[in-house]
């Protein structure tokens, strides 16, 4: 039986690579979606990856749809922490709504998330958790202190819980990409973007299938000695 893979925020952009890049390797892929119906309709009908609709930032609805989810497919195995959202402004503009739905939808989501699926992976004694963190996580960004906080909040996390992990045989680690080419980095204004793309040394955006390639990485069976660790992916912008 192919271990089941639960990805949130995993029918768009990073989160949709990393589904299709599961399911080409051989898992049980579910995705998570908060709110584009569309799109996620359309994801399913060309990847044939089932998709369960709540918001990570709800406690109660990540216990009780991971409840759902198991129910259907059999143990989440490997959990991808991916979703995530940017809600850019200085901090002297910006409001306590921006700053809240950042760390909620970004860095809360990774205790309710975590919290659904651990009992289940220390009682079989194997797990596989990778949080998507960020360049912006590690170095900060103009425009960010809620998102940089958060992205920052899920290494510290990642590294906590790894330790808490290691002996049931569940690792824990996080992928730091930097600007790839998704609806988010799109999302910054053309002059800024212009900019921020001169300083990664490769020369260009990643891709989200770059970021995918990691992930398979660590998700794999042959990777339990690595646990704790941060994959920096983002062209060399910032070596950490
Ligand atoms: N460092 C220093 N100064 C900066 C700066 C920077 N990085 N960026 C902008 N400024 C300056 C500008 O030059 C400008 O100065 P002047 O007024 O003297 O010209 C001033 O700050 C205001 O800049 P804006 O006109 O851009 O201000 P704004 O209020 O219209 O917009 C902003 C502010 C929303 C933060 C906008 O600059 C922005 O969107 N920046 C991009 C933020 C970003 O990189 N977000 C990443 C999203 S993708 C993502 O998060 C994925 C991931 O993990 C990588």
Known sequence: MSRVA?????TRGIGEAISVALKDAGYTVVANYAGND????KFTQETGIATYKFDVSDYDACQ???AQIENDFGPVEVLINNAGITRDGTMHRMNFE?????????LTSCFNMCHAVLNGMRERE???IVNIGSVNGQAGQYGQVNYAAAKSGIHGFTKALAQEGAAK?????????GYIATDMVRAVPENVLEKIIQRIPVGRLGEAHEIARGVLFL???????VTGSTMSINGGQHMY
């Open 98 to 106: 921006q700053w809240n739905a950042v760390i909620q939808t970004n």
């Open 219 to 225: 998700v794999s069976d042959d990777a339990g000695f």
């Open 169 to 177: 045989g569940i690792t824990v680690n996080a992928i730091a990409p």
């Open 126 to 128: 194997f797990g596989r």
């Open 6 to 10: 639960l990805v949130t925020g995993g």
């Open 64 to 66: 009780s749809t991971v």
């Open 38 to 41: 569309e799109a996620a309709k």
